[in-house]
């Protein structure tokens, strides 16, 4: 089969190979799958360069999701399981992790529907308790995560301010269905948000981006407020002032989804089956902004690394090159 590989750590672009290598064995309780559409996440970034919390031995393929096909015709989402990762033609995955992929959605929006939707649906209502009525900030709202995060806080009656940069994004996010869009590029943040709310401030902020993101929330959130951490795409790691949040009296809450596999799988299957009710719904629908063939994975996680993609970009391994999608 053909499948990228990374043998040395650094940017995607530099060293990510397209090979051809055996098909992966699965190992016990496993199965093996036909890749349908792989969707490329920044954490895949993070294992190119070395640099995610899990780092599989040299040499491993990529992708952390996938919407793909057991040999007995089900079509199904799963997390394949390093160092047989998706973007490949085929991959391995725990057979009892395995969710049915939901009818109202392609191939490539399946795989998108997995880790960005998951996490949103428990930062905002495991974590944040997001409730009807309240005030959701949303920071790189037309990204992968957040915007994923946009569409499940409408759904859950919230008021969406996104923060965004650039106008294109600008324009996403309010396809999405915001109901502000700040760019962070020529916006004053903080008082936008406060003067949005009537000096409140947002009773939940959404924020897979850290560093300034991180400072200028805890700026403008409300009495109660919570802050629910999802990652650091702008590369730095805030230092939370704990005095601020004690005298300011929000919370500032942590989200690892991938420990709900282990620490509480039935969550997992529960939270995917409202997942699958919404977008049998049609009140969410990943954005996939780009479906590429296989031998144009290296250059999507690159990327989205750089930050310059809007949505989702899907690796469909059966597109020819060339061949519209």
């Known amino acids: 089969m053909k499948a990228w590989r990374v043998s040395a750590n650094g940017e995607p672009r530099e060293v990510m190979r397209l090979d051809e290598v055996p098909d992966p064995q699965p190992g016990p309780g496993q199965l093996l799958l036909r890749v349908r559409a792989a969707n490329v996440n920044f954490p895949d970034a993070l294992l190119c360069r070395g640099q995610y919390q899990v780092r599989p031995p040299l040499p491993f393929t990529p992708g952390l999701e996938i ?36 009818d109202a959605l392609d191939d490539a929006e399946a795989a998108a529907l997995h880790i960005g939707y998951q996490t949103g649906w428990f930062g905002l209502h495991r974590r944040a308790h997001l409730k009807e009525g309240e005030t959701l900030l949303v920071h790189a709202a037309a ?30 996010a309010h396809d999405l269905g915001c109901d502000l869009v700040l760019d962070r590029r020529t916006d004053d943040l903080v008082a936008a948000v406060k003067e ?14 850290g560093g300034d993101a991180y400072t200028k929330s805890t700026k403008c959130i409300a009495f109660e407020g919570r802050i629910v951490i999802v990652g650091f795409t702008s590369g730095t790691v805030p230092a939370p002032g704990l005095n601020h949040a004690l005298v300011k009296n929000y919370s ?60 989702r970009i899907a690796v469909l391994p059966g597109l020819e090159e060339g061949t519209p999608a």
């Open 67 to 102: 919407c793909g096909e057991t040999d007995d015709g089900r079509r199904v989402i799963a997390n394949p399981a390093l160092p047989y990762g998706g973007l490949a033609e085929y991959a391995v995955a725990d057979a009892k992790a395995l969710l049915p992929a939901p």
């Open 143 to 172: 990204g992968g995560v957040g915007s994923a995060a946009v569409q499940l806080g409408k759904a859950a009656g919230a008021r969406v301010i996104g923060v965004v940069g650039g106008e294109q994004k600008a324009k996403t």
């Open 196 to 209: 949005a709310t009537g000096g409140r401030g947002a009773d939940v902020v959404y924020d897979p981006v």
């Open 252 to 311: 500032i809450l942590g989200l690892h989804w991938g420990l709900y596999n282990t620490k509480d799988p039935r969550a997992v299957f529960e939270c995917h089956e409202q997942l699958t009710r919404l977008a049998a719904e049609g009140a969410i629908k990943p954005l996939v902004s780009e479906r590429v063939p296989l031998n144009g994975a290296a250059d999507a996680v690159q990327r989205v690394a750089d930050g310059v993609t809007t949505g």
